[in-house]
Every structure is written in structure tokens, then in C-alpha cells.
């Protein structure tokens, strides 16, 4: 029977799902594989189920692996050298529609929470220092016919510009790299990402984590957003320069930022937790039961079909 590795624990139905069909391990540990584990992994098993922190770099894949897929529970793959996986003959698949509302509710939760300083108003009530309302306690921006910037117009992209204007009223502008030719919005698709910075009230970052995105939002896109409007990441967390975005906070060079995604996560740079108009949530995107079943089923079905020979509904 097909030896799969279940690198994380999962929900119970995805669990079973893959018992039903392949002979399984499930590793019972949250932290990511180590060097060793990540050689094991593709030496000792026909099939892998990884997930983000899972390191998949070239130098883990041996010259002959037993292992023939990696089947990624999550969108996102910048944790997978895709190009040494096809060397070695290993098929990669990911979980693209199951994460995209959930993701588009994480930009509108931080969004607001920024926005209109309800993370700070929550630790000052928690701390028992709210005296009471006052006509100008914790002013924040109102967000409806604000101006809001999407960079990155794919699946999640659309939602969160769907949720803003049907939702917020918000005018859309956006930058990627291809003409995109139904936004799903009346919006407008902007010529550079420095005219997004200029154009929005706020920015949210919604592209996939490549080389050609790493550090995009640098000081100077930081400094093009301008000191009233504010920066929201919800993509992966080396899209964004982290020591530029704290020197841009500190100098009041933007307004606040709203991050469910670091740089080098799980480390939170003290610089970001000290600071008030920064909202700070623990890589929540798809955390939802119910998507975190559905991206599970979804890569259970690629392996599934994989061992059975026919097309993989998600390949990478």
C-alpha cells in the first residue's frame, strides 16, 4: 500500500480520508521538518503531505527519491523548490480555491481593525484603563469610499475588492503584472505599483511569494504610500522588507499596517509589537475549520488521483 507522510496533525476527516486510501503516518508535531526529517520524508515514503515551514530546498532532494509528490496543504508553495522537485521526478500539487474567502475575511478584519483602531481600543479595555466615550477617543480613518489598493488581482485579490466595494463603497485600484481583463469589480487597473501606493487610502497585498516578489514593498513603495493611508499583508510575509516598513512606521511615513504575516515568522520583530497603529494576528488567513477541512479533502483528491493515474486537479 502507498506510504504517505502526513507532516502536521490535521482534522479528523481529512485524517481518515487519507487512511481509507493509503497507509499512513501522521507526525504529531506542529514544528516544521528538519533537515533530517525533510531527507526521511522523501527517502522513506512514496507520497508527502507538507505545509508551510516544511523546507522542501534543493539540497534535501536525494538523487533517486522513493517519494513521487508532494501534495501541499495551502495555496502558497515558496516552502517547495518546485524546479528541484521536477528534477527529481516529484510532482508538486497545491489547495487554491479552498483558501480564498477565508483569506479575503482576514484582509477585511485587519483592515478594519486598523483602520479604526480597534486592536488598540481592545488592549486599553483589557488593560482597565477606558475612562469612558469622549467625542475624540481613538480617531480613526473611515474606511467606506475610501480609495483601496490590491496588489496582486488573482482569486484572493478579486474577493477582497469585492468585500471592500459591495461592503465599503471602496473606489479599487490595482497593480499586476498581466492586464487582467475581469477584475470582478469596477475598478482600475494602474500601470505601476508605485501609482497604487500614491492613489490608496489602503494597500493590501494579495501576491503569491516568488522570487520576483520578494521585498516589493521596499521603502521606497513605502514611502509613495504616504503618511495618512495604511499598508495591509495578508500574502507571505518576505513580500514586504520588515526592517523598511518598521523605519516607515517609526518615521510616520504611513499611517499603520495590518500583518497576519512576517518576514520571518513565527518571529514578530518587538519593534512591530510596541507599536500601537500596528495590528498583529498570528497567520490567521484560512483559519476556519471548515476551509482547513477543504483544503485537506482538496489534497487528499490530488493524491488520490495521482496513485490512480489520471490528471492531479491542483498541479503546481
Known amino acids: 500500500m502507498t506510504k504517505l507522510l502526513i507532516t502536521r496533525p490535521l482534522p479528523d476527516i481529512v485524517v481518515a480520508a487519507a487512511r481509507a486510501a493509503f497507509d499512513i503516518t501522521v507526525r504529531d508535531s506542529n514544528a516544521p521538518l528538519s533537515q533530517a526529517e525533510l531527507v526521511a520524508a522523501l527517502t522513506d515514503y512514496d507520497a508527502v503531505l507538507p505545509t508551510l515551514g516544511d523546507a522542501f530546498a534543493a539540497d534535501v532532494f536525494p538523487a533517486a527519491p522513493r517519494c513521487k509528490i508532494l501534495a501541499n496543504f495551502g495555496v502558497g508553495y515558496n516552502h517547495i523548490d518546485t524546479g528541484a522537485a521536477r528534477s527529481a521526478g516529484i510532482a508538486v500539487t497545491n489547495t487554491p480555491g479552498a483558501v480564498t474567502d477565508a483569506t479575503a475575511d482576514i484582509a477585511m478584519t485587519l483592515m478594519l481593525m486598523t483602520c479604526r ?154 519593534a512591530l509589537i510596541a507599536m500601537q497603529n500596528v495590528t498583529l494576528l498570528p497567520h490567521l488567513g484560512t483559519s476556519a475549520q471548515e476551509v482547513r477541512e477543504g483544503m485537506g479533502m482538496m489534497a487528499v483528491d490530488n493524491l488520490i488521483a495521482f496513485f490512480d493515474g489520471k490528471p492531479v486537479p491542483n498541479p503546481v
Open 117 to 270: 483602531r480597534a486592536g488598540e481600543g481592545e488592549r486599553m479595555v483589557r488593560a482597565g484603563e477606558w475612562a469612558g466615550w469622549h467625542p475624540t477617543q481613538l480617531l480613526g480613518m473611515h474606511v467606506s469610499g475610501k480609495t483601496l489598493g490590491v496588489i496582486g488581482m488573482g482569486r484572493i485579490g478579486k474577493a477582497i475588492a469585492k468585500r471592500a466595494q459591495a461592503g465599503f463603497g471602496m473606489k479599487i485600484v490595482f497593480y499586476n503584472r498581466s492586464a487582467v481583463a475581469d477584475p470582478g469589480v469596477e475598478g482600475t487597473q494602474l500601470a505601476s505599483l508605485t501609482q497604487v501606493m500614491q492613489a490608496a487610502d489602503v494597500v493590501v497585498l494579495a501576491v503569491p511569494a516568488t522570487p520576483q516578489t520578494h521585498h516589493l514593498i521596499d521603502a521606497a513603495a513605502l514611502a509613495a504610500l504616504g503618511p495618512d493611508s495604511y499598508l495591509i499583508n495578508i500574502a507571505r510575509g518576505d513580500v514586504v522588507d520588515e526592517a523598511a516598513l518598521i523605519a516607515a512606521l517609526q518615521q510616520g511615513q504611513i499611517a499603520g499596517a495590518g500583518l497576519d504575516v512576517y518576514e520571518f515568522e513565527p518571529k514578530v520583530p518587538e
